[in-house]
């Protein structure tokens, strides 16, 4: 309804946001002003800049999936696509997309391989928030920035409960009629998740609900599947 429309309405701006090329690449949408803190010479195309990879701050929200497969292939090629940051305090960067990159970096730079120690980046807008709270927006701009790499059971899962509680959370900050399932769906298609149909987000929640700590990092670890 007109509730409805408007919490949607807010949201927008966090799903406009992030954009993506037909090869995956994220990118930004308009101009970024580069801080004045960021060396001009590292500044190049698309407002792409260097940051030490020690002054790039992990997203607190983050659970997807990292490996060593990335940091070989960085190794020999280097790092193709920039990672997608938000400006924090002094010097430091908050990472949305990009997290095994960062990983991957630093763990090069730890083994002597000082050419790796700084990672491209781009400056994500700033989204017109709108009333909506900044944790919602942390969860929603992390799935959307991973929408395209190939997830683990456990990241799917994992997904689907963060829309869950998402969902929550709004139906509560706007007093949104309906059930809390209903909203996850909305979400769910907004944001365009494959595979995520009702019979699937039961499954999900089943496993989330039900499987012992000790099964569900063997879960996690890709050690314990579920046909």
């Known amino acids: 309804g007109v509730v409805a429309a408007a919490v949607f309405a807010a949201l927008r701006p966090v799903f406009d946001n992030l954009l993506y090329r037909k090869d995956n690449t994220v990118v930004i949408s308009g101009e970024d002003e580069i801080s004045e803190e960021t060396p001009e010479e590292n500044v190049q195309q698309e407002n792409v800049f260097k940051v030490d990879v020690y002054d790039l701050i992990p997203s607190k929200e983050n659970f997807y999936h990292v490996d060593d497969t990335l ?5 020999l090629v280097g790092i193709l696509q920039p990672c997608l940051v938000k400006k924090s305090s002094g010097r430091k960067y908050r990472v949305i997309a990009g997290h095994r990159r960062r990983l991957a ?3 090069l730079t730890e083994e002597g391989k000082e050419q ?3 990672v491209p980046c781009v400056l994500q807008k700033d989204a017109i928030q709108r009333g909506v709270n900044d944790e919602i927006i942390d969860k929603l701009e992390l ?3 991973n929408g395209f790499r190939d997830k683990t059971d456990f990241e799917k899962m994992t997904e689907i409960m ?22 996850q769906l909305e979400l769910i298609q907004l944001l365009g998740i494959p ?4 019979a699937q987000i039961s499954r999900y929640e089943a496993i989330y609900n039900n499987l012992e700590k000790e099964l569900m990092q063997e879960f996690k670890n890709e050690r314990l599947i579920f046909s």
């Open 105 to 107: 970096a630093m763990a």
């Open 162 to 183: 963060e829309l869950k509680e998402i969902a929550k959370e709004l139906k509560k900050e706007y007093s949104l009629s309906g059930r809390v399932r209903e909203w």
């Open 195 to 198: 595979g995520a149909k009702a």
């Open 143 to 145: 799935i959307l920035a």
């Open 116 to 118: 790796f120690r700084y």
């Open 71 to 75: 940091k070989h292939s960085i190794e």
